[in-house]
């Protein structure tokens, strides 16, 4: 696997200060993507072990809210097969309780990452068991909409993952019928001060 970018203290794909990856390779191809030059899964660097540790290494101050994985598309089965290990290292060295939140941007809904979903694979509730947050939904022009935060068009979510988790266990239902999406600070949604 390839990496496109790696940002570090990003503001802007996730909530507080954050390490993001954009990982290389999309075969979705939206119409105005923020990010088509990470369509191409040669594009960019190789994602190795050395670069796995400067991105932990980056985590682990206190004013570093977390992670978040985009791209490209991360959920591309050559890209999970790449980022599980790393993403469970991550989520092993800097657990829940750490504070330290793993956000991952797919334009593939969370039906199409479950069992019989287009780009499940044996690998990925590996990686959603590690996730805090999945914005979820490919970007759609004719649905934009510059006044959400972490998402570029309004059919995408940001589901909450403890919370869909926990919800699901708790009525025994699959994540897809669970989903708790999650909740800005109303200061954000209203845009009052």
Not at 88 to 95: F, G, I, L, N, S
Request: hydrophobic share 35%; charged share 25%.
């Amino acid at each position: 696997m390839n990496y496109a970018n790696i940002k570090y203290f990003d503001i802007a794909d996730g909530e507080g200060v954050r390490t993001s990856l954009f990982v290389s390779g999309c075969r979705r191809g939206c119409k105005n993507c923020f990010n088509s030059v990470a369509w191409d899964f040669a594009a960019g660097e190789p994602f190795d072990r050395a670069v796995e540790d400067k991105i932990i290494e980056s985590l682990d101050h206190p004013f570093i809210d977390g992670l978040t994985i985009l791209g490209g598309e991360p959920m591309e089965p050559e890209n999970q097969a790449g980022l599980v290990e790393f993403v469970e290292r991550v989520r092993a060295t800097y657990p829940v309780e750490s504070g330290k939140t793993i956000w991952c941007f797919t334009g593939d809904v969370l039906e199409e990452l479950m069992p019989g979903g287009r780009h499940h694979t044996e690998v990925t509730d590996r990686i959603l068991a590690c996730l805090d947050m999945l914005v979820d939904g490919p970007f759609v022009q004719d649905l934009y909409d510059i006044s959400l935060r972490f998402r570029g068009s309004s059919n995408q979510r940001v589901i909450d993952m403890n919370a869909t988790r926990t919800r699901a266990a708790r009525e025994g239902v699959s994540l897809c019928d669970a989903v708790e999406l999650w909740r800005d600070d109303p200061v954000y949604s209203t845009h009052t001060m």
